[in-house]
């Protein structure tokens, strides 16, 4: 079955530079790549998410982008800001509403004032 | 607003007692809803997927009989944790698929099970 792997566990930067997460996968047949943002006691909100026929993807500071052949994808934040603090997972799929989802191990990013 | 609703938000109750978490979808009808377990700072671990009229798949190693889903309606999906352990207290989270099948997943906002 798929398996996704994440890094960094933890990521501490200085408010308003940029953090980057990092995930790959196993099975090339996922084609859905949803990145979750997690708050204490909340359950994982979408914030990103990308296809496997596009390569990147931006929403204002949130950026994801996508290597097929090398089953890699990451995260990119810009101008970090305080409520940026949060729990990252990513996560790989096979594209349907009605597929599961298969979750990384998390990166718990901290940033700093 | 929300899109699926979870109840209740936290429980704890005394070993040996069965939990029921509802799930629902507020939005739209759910053919499909997921449910997952969570330890602390550790991931999200898919434990069956809830098929509406028909018998959830369950992941391997969760135990069907220990962890009973029940998906009546189209939305309205029941986790229940019987003969609750405290090696079952966890962060239950259900999600719900999206109205149209290339939309995305909702999560609800997870129960936190506490099991003395």
């Known amino acids: 079955g798929e398996n996704v792997e994440q890094h960094p566990s933890t990521l501490s930067v200085q408010e308003g530079d940029s953090a980057v997460i990092k995930c790959t996968y196993s099975d090339s047949a996922s084609n859905y790549f949803p990145w979750y943002k997690q708050e204490l006691g909340k359950g994982p909100q979408l914030i990103i998410d990308?296809?496997?026929?596009?390569g990147e993807k931006k929403d204002q500071r949130i950026a994801v982008t996508l290597n097929k052949t090398a089953k890699h994808f990451s995260l990119h934040i810009t101008e970090t800001q305080p409520e940026d603090s949060a729990v990252y997972f990513c996560a790989a799929s096979w594209g349907s509403s009605a597929s599961k989802i298969i979750f990384g191990s998390g990166t718990r990013l901290s940033i700093r004032p | 607003g929300a899109v699926v609703s979870q109840h209740p938000s936290r429980v704890i109750c005394k070993s040996g007692t069965s939990v029921k978490i509802e799930c629902r979808s507020l939005?739209?009808?759910?053919?499909?809803m997921f449910w997952y377990r969570q330890f602390p700072k550790q991931s999200l671990m898919l434990m069956a997927t809830?098929?509406?009229?028909?018998?959830?798949?369950?992941e391997q190693g969760v135990e069907k009989d220990k962890f009973l889903i029940n998906h009546a309606s189209l939305t309205l999906s029941t986790l229940t944790v019987t003969s609750a352990h405290p090696e079952d207290s966890s962060f239950y989270i259900c999600?719900?698929?999206?109205?149209?099948?290339?939309?995305?997943?909702?999560f609800g906002d997870g129960t936190r099970l506490s099991i003395l």
């Open positions: 999600s719900v698929g999206g109205h149209h099948t290339n939309q995305p997943q909702h």
């Open positions: 809830s098929n509406e009229g028909s018998k959830a798949t369950y």
């Open positions: 939005d739209f009808q759910a053919t499909t």
């Open positions: 990308i296809r496997s026929n596009v």
